[in-house]
């Protein structure tokens, strides 16, 4: 009998966790050799990395290596086959899943050169920090400390710790904005996942409530995360270009603040395989945080240094970088 075990994700960024929804759906059919062919409908605007790894499988030979990790564009995807070792005997599968936005071997762009995520001719000051969450899992003996992303399956719980800085881990950017600010996107990207403020005002989780945050997925399969909003001005699934309004920045707990952190994050394969140990049964997904750079009024296109004070500007060979001539044509003759 079929059994299906949903994967949430959680992605992890100081005191904050964030479940997303599954948009990957895997289905089986019986095939003509007498065995099975696996499908995966992936319901997002973006490529996804999927996992699958069986928790039965009983006298069956699968056609790939397993556990199955694997990209799945938008649409349906064939995953692989399994077969009957021998058909005079019984057999029996079972599988679990998670997905992660991303792709397997992403080809990011260290040097791509990112909007100030704030007005043009605003200046911000920034604070740059190297941070990671220590996590617990409940249901292994001992402590996964090297945790920037997890999945977990429903009904395990996380605890969580104190925080340590690790410059090899999670990267993020602040910028000392001021309550009800408006945030502008870094980057071109699809909005995958959005969580705001308001919608939790209601809610009792005062630790909720000031989590609020969005995520934007990129062309070169990197996630841009912005957090510390008030409001959420896209809806998920949206494309957006560099310098859209996308938030507010605040939170309804400290209305006086309007601190916006920025982080770019990948899908890290050889994080992933370092760490192999603590990632057997499929319950540790990583990723990595890049130093992103941005383009600055006072000095063009570097790195962002920690203290200083920036201000914002617009060229629009940056806005229009990842355009085609047509998306261009039609947006030159938009803002002309």
């Not at 058909?87 to 599968?93: D, G, T």
């Not at 990671?132 to 710790?161: A, H, Q, W």
């Not at 057997?280 to 063009?300: L, Q, R, V, W």
């Amino acid at each position: 009998m079929k059994k299906l075990v949903l994967i949430i994700a959680c992605i992890l960024i100081f005191k904050t966790v964030l479940f997303a929804q599954i948009n990957v759906q895997v289905s089986f059919t019986k095939n003509t050799k007498g065995g099975y062919s696996f499908y995966a409908y992936n319901n997002s605007d973006v490529k996804e990395i999927l996992h699958l790894y069986f928790t039965e499988f009983d006298n069956l030979i699968a056609s790939t290596k397993l556990p199955y990790y694997g990209d799945v564009k938008p649409g349906y995807n064939y995953l692989f086959d399994i077969t009957i070792e021998n058909k005079l005997l019984a057999h029996n599968f079972k599988y679990n899943i998670g997905a992660f936005y991303g792709c397997l071997k992403p080809n990011v762009d260290l040097n791509y050169p990112y909007l100030l995520p704030y007005k043009q001719g605003d200046s911000v000051k920034v604070i740059k920090k190297n941070m990671v969450e220590r996590i617990k899992y409940t249901d292994t003996k001992s402590d996964s400390d090297f945790c920037p992303i997890l999945y977990r399956e429903t009904g395990n719980e996380f605890i969580r710790k104190d925080y340590s800085l690790d410059s090899n881990v999670m990267r993020s950017t602040f910028f000392l904005l001021n309550y009800g600010d408006t945030i502008y996107a870094a980057r071109r990207g699809v909005v995958t996942s959005v969580l705001s403020a308001e919608k939790l005002e209601n809610s009792n989780d005062t630790f909720l409530a000031k989590i609020s945050s969005l995520s934007i997925y990129q062309n070169d399969c990197s996630l841009a995360t912005y957090m510390g909003i008030h409001n959420v001005l896209v809806e998920n699934k949206q494309h957006i270009e560099a310098g859209d309004p996308i938030a507010l920045a605040g939170n309804i707990v400290y209305k006086d603040k309007g601190k916006l952190s920025f982080s770019v994050s990948y899908y890290d394969e050889i994080l992933k395989h370092k760490f192999d140990s603590a990632n057997a049964t499929g319950k540790i997904f990583f990723y990595s945080y890049i130093n992103p750079m941005f383009y600055t009024k006072e000095g063009g296109v570097n790195f962002l240094e920690d203290g200083k004070t920036y201000t914002a500007a617009y060229p629009e060979e940056i806005i229009t970088r990842e355009m085609t001539k047509k998306e261009r044509k039609r947006w030159l003759k938009k803002h002309s």
